[in-house]
């Protein structure tokens, strides 16, 4: 915090900030400046009761600094978080590609995109097995049966596989198939839920919710940490704006502000911030380009036929074209 004293404070007044900062055992740094002096709040733990300081005598402002997020930021971990799943490392240095459908609608259907993608360069598969959709007359997943054949994937082709988890009751299941648990936009302030993700024994992909601030995000990621597990990658996938050309707006500028403030890989899902696939392909260049750590993308064979997010599914050329692009991306910036 850092306490902004009147132009026109006495010695006193500053004398009497710095000595009540001293008695609670924190470190006070007074900052002479033109024509006032400021006060730094130094090694405190928590947050400083700022309305105490703000009915000092001389005190006219009291500006919290520290962040409200701790083990995600980068002052409590320096280096860059590397996830390992399988052979498949997540993090700095690196560029991991999930793609696979919206929903699992079938081991055929699965099967056939998950051979297009990996031979493609994928790194990983997605699916989901529980849909959060918004109708629920819509298609709501395979469920156990989708995450049966999400194994099959992982045995037959050696894809680590990556599926969404959507509510305590099948939190566990969930965890028993998948390589990396994905928490998805909806459920990014669902407390409990990530209290729970904080104890399970696989990584969490955390999406950004719709409307969530960076900060509220990361508070997010800090309940999953503080629970025990450590293995976070964060997801960009577009938040709601005002515009009507894409479902989701892409906030870029999400990447360079995550990699400064955290530790954490995050990746970047072009498909649902896009909404239709034309938008797809730009996307995920300007995603490496901005040096996310990887992409999230729905790809589908037959997309007029998806029972999921048809119109932003890529076809398997299309995704093709979209992994060799990114790689020489990517190859500009890590040689
Ligand atoms: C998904 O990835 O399947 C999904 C539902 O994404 P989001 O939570 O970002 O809408
Ligand atoms: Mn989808």
Redesign the pocket.
């Known amino acids: 915090m850092l306490i902004v004293m009147h132009q026109k404070a006495t010695r006193d007044q500053i004398d009497r900030v710095v000595k009540e900062i001293e008695s609670r055992g924190y470190k006070a740094l007074p900052i002479p400046g033109g024509d006032r002096v400021s006060i730094g709040v130094l090694y405190n733990k928590g947050a400083v009761d700022s309305a105490f300081f703000i009915s000092l005598p001389g005190v006219k402002e009291a500006i919290p600094i520290t962040r409200p997020y701790k083990q995600v930021s980068r002052e409590f971990h320096g280096e860059d978080t590397l996830i390992q799943v399988g052979d498949v490392t997540i993090g700095e240095g690196h560029m991991v590609i999930m793609a696979g459908p ?1 929903a699992l609608e079938s081991e055929k259907q699965a099967m056939t995109i998950a051979e297009k993608v990996k031979k493609s360069g994928a790194h990983m598969f997605r699916g ?1 097995a529980f ?2 959709r918004t109708s629920p007359y819509t298609f709501q997943g395979m469920g156990e049966e989708g995450l049966k054949i999400l194994e099959k994937i992982r045995m037959e082709l050696g894809l680590p596989v990556v599926t ?1 988890v959507m509510d305590h009751d099948t939190f566990d299941l969930v965890e028993h198939y998948a390589d990396v648990i ?1 928490i ?3 459920n990014m302030q669902n407390f409990s839920l990530l209290k729970r993700a904080g104890k399970a024994g696989k990584p969490i992909l955390l ?1 950004r919710g719709m409307c969530a601030t960076i900060d509220e995000w990361f508070m997010a990621a800090e309940y999953i940490i503080e629970g025990g597990n450590s293995e976070v990658i964060l997801c960009e ?1 577009g938040v709601r704006t005002f515009v009507r050309h894409s479902r989701n707006t892409l906030d870029i500028s999400a990447i360079p502000y995550v990699r400064r403030e955290s530790h954490l890989p995050i990746i970047i ?1 072009p498909s ?1 911030a896009a909404g239709r696939r034309e938008q797809v392909i730009p996307l995920s260049r300007a995603a490496i380009a901005a040096e996310a750590h990887g992409l ?1 993308v729905e790809v589908h064979h037959e997309p007029e036929n998806a029972l999921s997010d048809g119109a932003q599914s890529l076809y398997p050329e299309q995704f093709d074209l979209l992994c060799s692009q990114v790689q020489a991306i990517f190859g500009i910036f890590n040689k």
């Open positions: 919206c989901g849909k959060p969404e994905q998805g936009t909806r999406k996938r899902d649902h999230m």
